[in-house]
């Protein structure tokens, strides 16, 4: 397998160019790109660089990409890296710190030249910042073990990029212009610098059973497929990409990387796969919104097909409530299933909380007891360095979904991985059969600190909050400090969701491709309100009267009643300002701009919707912006599926790899 250059040498030749040069080995070929052009060449093995070239202080430890923007194309480069650690003898690291380069001479990241550029940097900074993004040099950090041995003969001498699975290849939107130009150039051969990054969680630690000194590993790969955060990116889309899917292996290394045994146990989740929503009205909970399309059962097999080709046979573990307010989605998940009766797919329902209810979290036992004969059907992979042939193939995965695919699933999955690295200490004789990885506290210690890590990094990715219930993952109890810490963390996932997430999904869909500058796009949509006055102006009327409020507590008062009229009138103010704001609430909140969601907020087609709360009160101001807003994100809807991608059809042909 080629490997990357782990490390460049930035120089910037004025408004030119921008020159990478390899530290080593000496003489390799640089790349240059030109600003005004945009053209990028690797240039001929020891070429001169421009006598008025500048050399950077800072390292280059990859380029992560070119992105659009408003005013310029960005190269994104990593100018700071974490090692946290080696596996197959390999250094895994976190990318840390960052610099954004404009190719427009006439900008300035630091002084952007207006509004809409200084908001889309923004973006791109905060999800740069805010994410968790692991990479290797020679290592396919993208592929599980499994897949990897499979095509380990077809690889051969191929690049990262080339073999890396593109679900989990985060950044390979913004790499496109690389890979075109290795694509088409046989001279232009740019793989050494595309640096395939995902976007997960990666944490591998020595443990020790006894007199065996093992190392476990856990890493997660979030696809970059209807990514997104948690109430903005629900259930499927057309081509059966669902969101917040993330793939878990979880490694267990014995006696070395490659001298010795490697045992991974795979597991993946994803959002229910039905077109549904959850929209966001101000109130603790959401509306419950399932769409009934004509496309819903094609979607639904495009993705559980994918699932069998790429793992194997599948058993999908539902987790939502049987009742309340997830009944509905319960109900119409089970309905399409039944419909849909997609081939070596076997459904479980476990309503998670009647089963665990006052902290009983024990019961999980319950649902592994009605998993066991799949998980032994399904096993996990094998392998023995002095064998030819794995000792053992995994050949199928269990899905496991509640609402959000965080809490719930996380607690699901922790156990699951829990019975499986027990069942293969006791298969490689390290413990006995009637022994238990429960009696080992140094390695319950670390799997379930791993696990917790992993728990939370997955949540703040989606709901920007650490995940629930974590404390049950780290000690194996529910706690009542646990209850706190929850309370807390629900609290702010609510602001989050409702206040600050539209900007974080339009980073999403601008690093992931989702959305980019089309022929006729407004750019002002980003930074004006063009919400009318009698909507925006509430919020402002309500702060006004708190401050009153506040301020005559200070006032000096002639007699228990003389301030009681100046109270009543502020509070009454503050009352009304507030009913308004929560009987408009979907005015209110902080919706994506870049891809809108009217045409599911005000979806009226087939299907079910628990309540059409924070709609407002029909003004004819309102519903004249609503009819707007609906007609635009339709005419961007349909564009997205006139460019839409074979993906289907090569599932469906089954022309895509199975590993």
Known sequence: MKSLHQRLILYSDGNETYTFVPAEPVGARSLTIYRNSGDIVLNASNTPLPVTAERSPKTIYGIYGIITLAMSDYIIVITGRELRGHLMRQ???????????????????????????SHLLALVRSHLQGGTFFFSYAWDITRRLQAQWMTLQQDGDKALWEIADDRFFWNKFLQSRFIDITSTSVDQNLSAYILPVIYGTFDIRPVSVGIHQLRLCLISRRSRYRAGTRYFRRGIDSEGHVANFNETEQILLVGGDDSGTQLSFVQIRGSIPLYWAEINTLRYKPDVQIMELQDTID????????????????????????KGHEKPVKEAFEKYIQEAKPPRTRYEYF??????????????????????????????????????????????????NCMDNLDRTNVAQAAIAKWTLNRQLKALGIIQENDSVDNYDDLMREFREMWTDHANYISLAYSGTGALKTDFTRTGKRTRKGLLEDGYNSVMRYIKNNFFDGARQDAFDLMTGAWFPRRGWNPATLVVDRRPLIIRAPPYVLFFSLFMICAGLTLPRTSDYSLFYYFLFWFTIAAIASAFIFVHGIEYVNWPRLLPLTDVIYYDGPGFRSGRKGMGLGLPAL???????????????????????????EIEMGTKRVD
């Not at 001479?105 to 207006?114: A, C, K, Q, R, W």
Request: net charge neutral.
């Open 299 to 322: 979607a639904m097999r495009a993705h559980l097909q994918e699932n069998v080709n790429l793992y194997g046979e599948q058993a999908i573990v539902n987790l939502v409530n049987h």
């Open 91 to 117: 250094n895994i690291y976190r990318a840390t710190e960052y610099d954004i380069l404009p190719l427009n001479p006439d900008v300035s990241v630091h002084s952007p030249p207006n509004a809409v550029e």
């Open 623 to 649: 519903e004249k912006v609503k009819e707007g807003a609906t007609a635009q994100a339709r005419a961007i809807a349909e564009q997205h599926r006139r460019v839409k991608s074979k993906r289907l059809e």
């Open 351 to 400: 309503d998670f909380h009647s089963e665990c209810k006052n902290m009983r979290w024990d019961r999980i036992s319950v649902l592994l007891s009605k998993l066991e004969d799949d998980l032994n059907k399904y096993g996990y992979f094998h392998l023995d360095s002095s064998k030819p042939e794995p000792v053992k193939l995994q050949i199928g995965v269990v899905r496991t």
